[in-house]
């Protein structure tokens, strides 16, 4: 600017020079850095014909000011992305604008319209141009740049440093009509329509329809059968010719100007220049029968008038200027659709067609892939070039249960790292992936990177798409072969979640889940948690079991477990219901401060014998389970002063006596011993019945007000004779000493080891014969505790006790011999 110029480190001319810029003709400002000239800079130049902008920083043409003397401006090498206006240079007839940005912004589908509005301001406003070189601009990449601007400017004489010669000038007229675009007419379709593709001939009875050739763009028409206009042409002269037409023409009986839309089945109408498809002369209205359509490389903008093609079946509409598929959705036997290189965003019309097996997109802008989730025939998916940024979103194409071949190149989602993999990991059924076959080492790469992991894709999958939050209150991961769980099973995610269900995975550790503020039920059998190193993490904030506050019941059944001790450093004081079947425990161990417990279930391990103080703490348990462990001792079953459920079935239990250390129980009402060789012995049910003074049911068999009746009599001390000839049960309890569990001892008598007396037995309920009760030896009873040691001797004959009562109930009353 003036200012710059005349401050003295930048004075170009002295003080008094304005006859000296009024004589200057060339300017150059080569490489000065300039990124705007002021308006009034070049006022006194009034003889300036040359101006030299060159490799400067200038964005726009309004920089520079009005120069009506300038014939030749080179503004190369700037950074002018678009021209509005050059009236500000209306001598010119040079001029350089070579690699500066025009059309940058544009994709090629716009250059057109771009390059059509740019040649009208030089046309208008610089109408003296001969020479113009505008090499390196994106705007030279359409394929019409340089006919469009040899017609439009018609002193051209080189453009981009070619000479311009009269022959190319006169091609470029007769080609700039598809420029323009062209009507859709009756005779243009007449010549590109094609009667019975692959040759087929209809009859005068019908039409006979062949299976069309694949689709390839680089079809010459020839293969698509009879031109429409040709099999008229040689209709006509058969009506007063003896030949059926020149060579080459073949004659289709019936063929008619009237019907002969009806009898098309493919229209090429490529690289014809087409705007509309409506057209004067009624578009396509008529083609009923037509199966195939192309249409690329024209300058479309709308399908809608494909409505009355409803059997159509491929349509390739690529290179044309469409923003959306509207119309598609009206073609119900659609299969295959191309419509590559337009502006393509919204594909919400595809939902219609339910027959699609073939779909391309290339180079267009979709960004979702939510619209093909829904095509359930697809079989080729092409969208290579567009923009689809998240990697996740090929989850929504699991959907398909036909999809081989896909192609997302050139998409932001493949900067992804291991994107390839990824998609071959959740696209289980792909053949193809980015014109690449899949091969089976790719496949185990993918498994060994992506499987046995709790992802956001694995949580889509199996709960369904979540905005931020998944609000479940119960959550079943069971058998999806997680092997790590991960840092989303936690509050944030899951901030209702009551119950966890990990069953069937071989997960080694749970350190990274939570907090889970709100679980109450874990369960995580047949997994392989190790309690030593798998369910505690060390720092702060606490993870794993530390992070589960409300924890009420846990599942551990069949995960290998050993050692139990370390259950003493969770902190799990709320815990109410423990299940470790089916692991290698031995020792019960570690649950002292369990105090809130009420169930515990130690089934199918190796406990042989349970320790003294085992069961310390557990002051709130009801329920017991240690069926199938190889017990054989009933030591140190308590304290338990509320368990009401006592399982010890499929254990070693086998003497009588180990009953008698159960009376520490005395709330126990169910207890279950069977399948214990104990549980075979005669008076098993009496002296369990009498050890344990509670209980309502044994073996899963009620305790009868008459059984325990009953047993009250036999083991209160009377004698028995037996029938003639009748073996007896001899049933002796030893006076123990103060404090310590009564003795007994039961052994086989034969009649003549004692006397015989007066068999008063009485029949009992359910058939069973009830001995009369008589004092022998002794009259003190088994309650007497007076004295030395006394000896009362029980005799039982009939009564048939086999220690099995389902045994004893089936086979009624039978004396024992």
């Known amino acids: 600017?003036?200012?710059?110029?005349?401050?003295?480190?930048?004075?170009?001319?002295?003080?008094?020079?304005?006859?000296?810029?009024?004589?200057?003709?060339?300017?150059?400002?080569?490489?000065?850095?300039?990124?705007?000239?002021?308006?009034?800079?070049?006022?006194?130049?009034?003889?300036?014909?040359?101006?030299?902008?060159?490799?400067?920083?200038?964005?726009?043409?309004?920089?520079?000011?009005?120069?009506?003397?300038?014939?030749?401006?080179?503004?190369?090498?700037?950074?002018?992305?678009?021209?509005?206006?050059?009236?500000?240079?209306?001598?010119?007839?040079?001029?350089?604008?070579?690699?500066?940005?025009?059309?940058?912004?544009?994709?090629?589908?716009?250059?057109?319209?771009?390059?059509?509005?740019?040649f009208s301001v030089l046309v208008e406003d610089t109408p003296l141009l001969k020479v113009v070189d505008l090499a390196g601009n994106p705007l030279t990449r359409s394929e019409w740049y340089r006919a469009v601007a040899l017609t439009r400017l018609s002193k051209l004489t080189t453009l981009d440093?070619?000479?311009?010669?009269?022959?190319?000038?006169?091609?470029?007229?007769?080609?700039?009509?598809?420029?323009?675009?062209?009507?859709?007419?009756?005779?243009?379709?007449?010549?590109?329509?094609?009667?019975?593709?692959?040759?087929?001939?209809?009859?005068?009875?019908?039409?006979?329809?062949?299976?069309?050739?694949?689709?390839?763009?680089g079809d010459s028409p020839e293969v698509f059968g009879v031109r429409a206009g040709a099999a008229l042409s040689a209709g006509a002269r058969s009506s007063f010719s003896t030949s059926a037409g020149m060579p080459g023409d073949v004659h289709v009986p019936g063929l008619t100007r009237q019907n002969w839309k009806t009898l098309a089945e493919v229209v090429d109408l490529r690289d014809v220049g087409l705007v509309d498809l409506g057209g004067s002369g009624g578009g396509l209205n008529g083609f009923k029968s037509l199966r195939r359509l192309r249409l690329d490389n024209n300058r479309l903008t709308s399908l809608e008038a494909l409505a009355p093609c409803v059997s159509l079946e491929e349509l390739s509409v690529e290179k044309n200027l469409l923003s959306s598929l509207l119309g598609v959705g009206a073609l119900p036997e659609l299969r295959r659709l191309d419509a590559g290189c337009n502006k393509i965003s919204d594909a919400l019309e595809l939902r219609k067609s339910g027959k699609l097996a073939h779909l391309s997109l290339e180079d267009n802008l979709v960004d979702s892939l939510d619209t093909f989730a829904h095509l359930a025939s697809l079989m080729e998916l092409y969208l290579s070039s567009n923009l689809v940024e998240e990697v996740r979103s090929i989850l929504l194409l699991k959907q398909l249960p036909r999809l081989l071949v896909l192609d997302l190149s050139g998409n932001e989602l493949c900067s992804a790292a291991d994107c390839r993999l990824y998609i071959i990991f959740h696209l289980r059924r792909l053949k193809v992936l980015g014109g690449k076959p899949i091969l089976q080492e790719e496949r185990k790469e993918a498994d060994e990177k992506f499987s046995g992991r709790i992802t956001m894709e694995l949580l889509e999958d199996k709960l369904g798409p979540a905005p931020s939050c998944y609000s479940f209150r119960s959550v079943d991961l069971s058998g999806q072969n997680i092997k790590e769980i991960g840092n989303l099973v936690n509050d944030d995610i899951f901030p209702s979640l009551r119950e966890l269900n990990l069953d069937n995975n071989p997960i080694a550790d749970i350190k990274t889940m939570g907090p889970l503020s709100k679980l109450l039920v874990l369960r995580a059998n047949r997994t392989k948690i190790d309690l030593e190193k798998g369910m505690l993490a060390d720092g702060d904030p606490p993870a794993g079991i530390a992070s589960l506050p409300h924890l009420q019941v846990l599942e551990l059944g069949f995960c290998g477990i050993s050692d139990m001790s370390h259950f003493a450093n969770f902190p799990v004081q709320t815990l109410r219901i423990l299940h470790l079947p089916g692991n290698d425990i031995s020792k019960v161990d570690g649950l002292s401060h369990m105090e809130q417990l009420r169930e515990l279930v130690l089934d199918k391990n190796k406990v042989k014998q349970v320790d003294e103080r085992a069961f310390d703490g557990l002051r709130s348990l009801r329920e017991l389970r240690m069926d199938d462990n190889g017990l054989k001792s009933l030591s140190n079953f308590g304290p338990l002063p509320r368990l009401r459920a006592l399982h010890l079935s499929l254990n070693r239990v086998a003497e009588l006596s180990e009953l008698e250390k159960l009376r520490s129980l005395r709330h126990v009402v169910i207890v279950n011993l069977g399948q214990n060789p104990v549980a075979r012995k005669p008076l098993y049910r009496a002296h369990l019945i009498n050890a344990v003074g509670s209980v309502r049911a044994i073996d899963g068999r009620e305790v009868t007000d008459e059984e325990r009746e009953r047993t009250e009599q036999l083991l209160q001390g009377g004698n028995v004779g037996p029938p003639p000839g009748a073996g007896i049960y001899v049933f002796t309890e030893n006076a123990p000493a103060p404090g310590q569990p009564l003795g007994q001892a039961l052994s086989y008598v034969v009649p003549s080891m004692v006397g015989s007396g007066n068999d008063g037995g009485q029949q009992g309920k359910g058939g069973q014969d009830m001995p009369n009760r008589r004092n022998s030896h002794s009259n003190s009873g088994p309650n007497d505790r007076g004295g030395g040691p006394t000896q009362s001797h029980i005799l039982m004959t009939g009564l048939g006790f086999s220690g099995d009562a389902a045994a004893d109930q089936g086979r009624g009353v039978r004396s024992r011999r």
């Open 1 to 118: 600017d003036d200012s710059a110029l005349e401050e003295p480190d930048n004075r170009i001319f002295g003080p008094g020079a304005e006859s000296v810029l009024y004589n200057i003709r060339v300017l150059n400002l080569h490489g000065r850095g300039i990124r705007k000239i002021d308006a009034s800079a070049f006022r006194a130049l009034t003889s300036l014909q040359v101006l030299l902008l060159s490799f400067n920083c200038l964005a726009s043409l309004s920089s520079i000011p009005e120069c009506s003397q300038v014939t030749t401006l080179d503004i190369s090498y700037n950074y002018i992305e678009t021209v509005n206006s050059m009236a500000m240079l209306p001598a010119l007839s040079h001029l350089d604008m070579s690699w500066n940005a025009l059309g940058l912004s544009l994709e090629v589908w716009e250059l057109d319209a771009s390059l059509r509005d740019f």
């Open 161 to 217: 440093g070619q000479q311009v010669y009269d022959g190319e000038v006169a091609s470029a007229k007769e080609g700039i009509g598809r420029f323009n675009g062209v009507a859709l007419t009756e005779a243009l379709l007449l010549e590109r329509s094609y009667l019975q593709g692959g040759g087929s001939m209809s009859s005068a009875s019908g039409v006979r329809r062949s299976r069309l050739p694949p689709l390839d763009l």
